[in-house]
């Protein structure tokens, strides 16, 4: 492995291979140099210089006498993985589905979980002696955060539980780890669809509780560079019309982010109308509300109608993707294609714990298999198929454009941050019948004759974790694989 900065530098070289994905159909493969500047705390690319050959020219070259990283010649420097959509409380339901769909799914699983990490009223604290439900709450979002940046997430948008105490604790624990990361507490309080021991009393008490939550973060993080709030209804069906109301206000008059789900599932659709019929659409329901902005991420998207998408484009509204978890709950398949087609911005999101795993890298192989079930469907029209170099485009460019960070993640670009992860491939294969497998290596065989674009495809559909050397958020090492 390369030698590794001094963390109380303000200045570090990165050399080696830089892989990105600056547009949807072009795979950036550079050798050279980057300089890292953390003067202002932020961890951005001061200078890049890619004619630099070798760690020992990098200094001269790019003009200043600074620690070199360096990335084996078996891997390469890849921007941060952006998760646009997770559920850091039902973390520990990743798997447990059974063969549940959206509606019975969230009360037979999901709630109780999440009302375990803020409250000792949730049906699984039945039989406990002394529930502590922070306890708990710390112990799920300290693994959830490690885990996620263990698989190359830098950015994640979180949505929380109903708690404030516990949703303070996310926004802790994420500033204190380095993770980029959205916090939103969870608004809900619609009595016809929430449970007795999981919801808001009044629109008053879920804008207060909202409110607390924000200043929270704003304290953690003055400067929001790092942990920022973001407004979170759960969705149409959880919250009263007064309520969506007052949080679009809220997020017009603090200028915040919002994430919320949209017609997920057929189901949640004819829900929607039936709990607001004097509104055209579910895409309405929030319009309607003020919801939708240029700063708004929503989930899945799966079943809206040709209006539907034009109104979210032309208020420049935001998708997540959940590929896995879409699959997973059986909701459908989301036309990807027509949305970016259309003009919408589109990111990956893992959806935990509707979706089974918390790596992007497994959405991305997850959005080129969707995608051509989707073309299945029409017709057998392959102008549907993702291919490698758009999933992950989609999972570090398209994410920075739906979280509000276009131009400064995703890319190897002066000025951007360095938000950057340092992926090895492992040993070639050699000793023909004799070849053995050492699983620190992880899936991925590369026996040396590949080309890099062939290598990368590999790294997506068979790499995991084990390949994930690496990971800085702001030029801070945040993660470092311990078993190699």
Not at 140 to 152: C, D, E, F, M, N
Not at 322 to 329: F, I, T, W
Not at 446 to 452: A, D, H, I, L, Q
Request: hydrophobic content about 40%; glycine content about 10%; some cysteine.
């Amino acid at each position: 492995m390369a030698s590794s900065s001094s963390s109380s530098s303000s200045s570090t070289i990165f050399f080696g291979r830089f892989i990105d994905a600056p547009s949807a159909n072009d795979l950036r493969i550079r050798t050279g140099a980057v300089l890292v500047s953390r003067k202002d705390g932020s961890g951005v690319i001061e200078k890049a210089d890619w004619t630099v050959n070798g760690p020992n020219d990098a200094a001269s070259k790019l003009g200043v006498e600074a620690p070199v990283v360096t990335a084996g010649e078996d891997g390469f420097f890849f921007p941060g993985f952006i998760d646009t959509h997770i559920h850091a409380p039902q973390y520990p339901n990743c798997g447990i589905f059974g063969k549940s769909t959206l509606l019975d799914w969230l009360e037979t699983y999901t709630f109780p979980l999440e009302s375990s990490l803020g409250t000792s009223a949730s049906p699984m604290w039945a039989n406990a002696s002394s529930p502590d439900p922070l306890a708990r709450a710390k112990t799920v979002y300290s693994r959830v955060i490690a885990r996620t940046l263990s698989h190359g997430t830098t950015t994640a948008s979180y949505f929380a539980t109903l708690s404030v105490p516990a949703t303070n604790l996310l926004a802790d624990l994420a500033f204190k780890k380095g993770q980029r990361a959205y916090v939103g507490r969870v608004c809900m309080d619609l009595a016809e669809t929430c449970p007795h021991y999981y919801r808001d009393e009044s629109t008053e008490e879920s804008v207060a509780n909202a409110r607390a939550s924000i200043e929270h973060c704003r304290a953690v993080d003055p400067t929001g560079e790092l942990v920022a709030p973001i407004i979170t209804p759960r969705f149409a069906p959880s919250c009263m019309t007064s309520t969506l109301s007052a949080l679009g206000d809220l997020a017009r008059e603090q200028d915040l982010r919002v994430q919320t789900h949209i017609s997920e599932n057929v189901n949640e659709v004819a829900l929607v109308k039936s709990l607001f019929p004097e509104r055209n659409s579910y895409t309405d329901v929030y319009d309607h509300s003020r919801l939708l902005t240029p700063r708004t991420i929503l989930a899945h998207a799966i079943h809206l109608s040709s209006e539907e998408m034009d109104t979210i484009r032309a208020r420049q509204a935001k998708v997540s993707h959940c590929p896995a978890s879409n699959s997973a709950l059986g909701s459908g398949f989301c036309p990807v294609r027509d949305l970016l087609d259309r003009g919408i911005d589109v990111g990956l999101g893992t959806d935990v714990s509707g979706g089974y795993h918390p790596s992007i890298l497994d959405a991305a192989r997850q959005a080129c298999l969707v995608s051509r079930h989707v073309g299945f469907v029409r017709g057998g029209d392959s102008r549907y198929n993702v291919g490698v170099t758009e999933a992950l485009w989609l999972g570090t460019v398209g994410g920075a454009k739906v979280v509000g960070m276009e131009g400064r993640l995703g890319t190897f670009e002066e000025g951007m941050l360095w938000d950057a992860q340092e992926i090895s491939l492992g040993r070639d294969v050699a000793g023909g019948e004799d070849a053995d497998v050492d699983v620190r290596d992880g899936g991925v065989d590369v026996f040396g004759w590949e080309t890099w674009e062939d290598r990368v495809a590999k790294w997506l559909w068979s790499g995991d974790d084990r390949n994930v050397v690496r990971v800085w958020v702001g030029g801070r090492l945040v993660h470092e694989l311990k078993s190699r």
